[in-house]
Nanobody
Framework: QVQLVESGGGLVQPGGSLRLSCAAS????????MGWFRQAPGNEREFVAA????????DYADSVKGRFTISRDNAKNTAYLQMNSLEPDDTAVYYC???????????????WGQGTQVTVSS
């Protein structure tokens, strides 16, 4: 089993920045991909970004490309999502996820964190 704990959410003004962290514990040796998803009220959970174990493979949703950066520190078993130029449409609960596979679909991910709220508002 793998446990994931997100942190770093909060309230930020449009144009501001936040950095989310996802700390992993448990049988993490089996994990290849760490991903970030988000879900706004009334919407389905959507893919935001993903990164492979080596960090060489990265993927971003078109809506965040150029504004968000995913990274990971394997020594700390932690993944990050740096979010810049935040917009009100980025408001959502952000979830960290992990999988032995790779992909954008939530069903591809075996483990999920509890989520952290990000609110972008003036």
């Amino acid at each position: 089993q793998v446990q994931l704990v997100e942190s770093g959410g909060g309230l930020v003004q449009p144009g501001g920045s936040l950095r989310l962290s996802c700390a992993a514990s448990g049988t993490i040796y089996s994990i290849n991909t760490m991903g970030w998803f988000r879900q706004a009220p009334g919407n389905e959970r959507e893919f935001v970004a993903a990164i492979t174990r080596s960090g060489n493979g990265k993927d971003y949703a078109d809506s965040v490309k150029g504004r968000f950066t995913i990274s990971r520190d394997n020594a700390k078993n932690t993944a990050y999502l740096q979010m810049n130029s935040l917009e009100p449409d980025d408001t959502a609960v952000y979830y960290c996820a992990a999988t032995t596979d790779w992909g954008r679909q939530p069903v591809a991910y075996d483990y999920w964190g509890q989520g952290t709220q990000v609110t972008v508002s003036s």
